[in-house]
């Protein structure tokens, strides 16, 4: 697993949402997932943007652009989608992810799930 | 309604003011998806703008860091400094420090170049590079304004403005600013590419002959570049006759070398009519290479002035004096500017490497 890059927290959460919506991973949705995910968090959409440009520089996503609706001003949705790098680099995170949170459970128990 | 979010149905509209305003300020390569963005999300005129003038910095960020190289940026710098007489340790007689005088058009010519790039649209590169030379005219122009201004009203002294000289020197960084320019970042190898770096529609003899078009703009670019410093270097070796004058003639008389070399050999040479499909990948593949080795060396070439510049500083100001702290100067500032000529040469060369393999095809290991 030498060349799956690792990623950030935030990182995670953007490929997560890409992960979650599917066809519908775009700007708006994306933000929207990744405020659920960080609840009760709140995410710039500007962080979101400049994080999807890194991943996709970084080979984990791809983008492109649909037609224009006029709900949004005769404007196109860039929509995103995991490359199958991007798919690594999160199944490695998720694991990472679950290996942390054994271990705190073994030190732990129960009480790791609740919230303060 | 699917995502839980409260979405504009496209009934309420921003205001025409506010999105042409914001639209303005979002670069352009990110306009469309974000205005939209934007516009699906629009509550209130007040939520649009916090909202919009909240992201625009992000978008901003974003693109310069991936519309700019730190090596380029670097070689930059450095070619800026060393025109505006950055170089020099010393202080001027009207007690500013030279250094601290040539800061200030500098820095304000490096951030016109980074919001160029990032607020620009399609351009070739050779254009690039003009429009690049042209946004450093303006800019110094606009600092020394500036710098006039607050000279007429008091706040600082007459010493930091640039001396006539000096823009003769600024000049010289425009040729060497207009070929940074045309250096071809990610974006352009993946647009040459094409989609997985497949050759774009058209196929090879199409892809060939717009390898050529460029490379023959790049070298007419490259040959009026020469001729501007070759130009302006003779005007101020023969007007001020520096102590240096020697060694200035032969860089000049190196330069018309290479100019000569550049007008026979610089392009990519024509394909053949009756080539085959075979014949061409392996000239594409040829030239390709030639073409990296060529500008590869002309990075050291533009650059070997400032290199003799420093060695030049370092010797008299440093060494000669016995000064520790020039000494560490001089030699980081070396180090600094090969190692972003390297810098610069890798990634090309990395570029190249790729588009050989898409030409080619993937070799056996």
């Known amino acids: 697993m030498a060349n799956v890059p690792s990623l950030g927290q935030f990182e995670q959460l953007v490929l997560t949402s890409i992960l979650s919506l599917g066809d519908n991973a775009y700007g708006v949705t994306i933000h929207a997932r990744v405020e659920e995910l960080m609840r009760p968090r709140t995410v710039a959409l500007g962080a979101v943007y400049a994080t999807l440009d890194r991943l996709e520089d970084k080979g984990l996503v791809g983008s492109w652009m649909s037609d224009p609706t006029p709900e949004r001003g005769g404007r196109a949705k860039r929509h995103f989608r995991l490359l199958g790098a991007g798919e690594s680099a999160l199944r490695e995170s998720a694991l990472t992810a679950k ?11 129960g009480d790791l799930w609740k919230t303060a | 309604m699917e995502d839980g979010l409260t979405r504009n149905d496209g009934a309420r509209r ?7 305003l914001l639209s303005l300020l979002l670069p352009r390569a990110s306009r469309d998806a974000v205005m939209g963005d934007l516009w699906e999300r629009y509550r209130s005129p007040g ?22 190289s730190a090596a380029i940026i670097g070689l930059q710098l450095f070619i800026l400094g060393a025109c505006l007489g950055s170089l020099d340790p010393g202080i001027s007689p009207r007690g500013v420090p030279y250094m601290a005088r040539a800061a200030i058009p500098g820095v304000l010519v490096l951030l016109a170049l980074i919001l160029r790039n990032v607020y620009r649209g399609e351009e070739t590169p050779v254009r690039r590079g003009i429009m690049d030379a042209v946004a450093a005219v303006v800019a110094i122009l606009a600092s020394q304004l500036a710098v006039g201004g607050l000279v007429w009203a008091g706040m600082v002294q007459e010493g930091w403005l640039l001396r006539p000289f000096s823009y003769v020197m600024a000049a010289l960084a425009l040729p060497i600013l207009c ?12 647009r040459h590419a094409g989609p997985g770096g497949v050759p774009p529609a058209g196929g090879l003899t199409a892809d060939y002959a717009a390898f050529r078009r460029r490379t023959l703009g790049r070298n007419r670019t490259e040959m009026a570049a020469l001729a501007v410093i070759i130009g302006l270097s003779s005007y101020v070796l023969w007007t001020e006759k520096p ?3 020697p ?5 000049v008389t190196g330069y018309i070398l290479l100019t000569a070399y550049l007008w026979r050999h610089g392009a990519a040479v024509p394909a053949a009519d009756t080539a085959s499909a075979e014949e061409l990948r392996t000239l594409f593949g040829t030239e390709l290479t030639r073409q990296h080795r060529l500008r590869r060396l ?3 070439f533009w650059f070997v002035p400032l290199f003799a510049g420093i060695i030049t500083h370092l010797i008299k100001a440093g060494i000669g004096q016995g000064d520790a702290f020039l000494i560490l100067l001089y030699t980081a500032a070396f180090a600094g500017l090969a190692g972003c000529i390297a810098k610069v040469n890798a990634d090309r060369g990395r570029g190249v490497r790729l588009r050989i393999e898409a030409i080619e095809g993937p070799r056996p290991a």
Request: proline share 5%.
């Open chain 1, 99 to 109: 290996r942390v949170c054994d271990t705190i459970e073994k030190s732990w128990g």
């Open chain 2, 14 to 20: 921003p205001p025409a003011l506010l999105d042409r």
């Open chain 2, 47 to 68: 939520q649009f703008a916090a909202e919009g003038m909240r992201t625009v910095p992000h978008i901003v960020a974003s693109r310069a860091r991936r519309t700019s």
């Open chain 2, 179 to 190: 070929m940074l320019g045309t250096v071809e970042g990610a974006e352009d190898r993946a």
């Open chain 2, 243 to 245: 102590d240096i004058a």
């Open chain 2, 247 to 251: 060694f200035g003639w032969s860089f």
């Open chain 2, 298 to 300: 002309m990075w050291w």
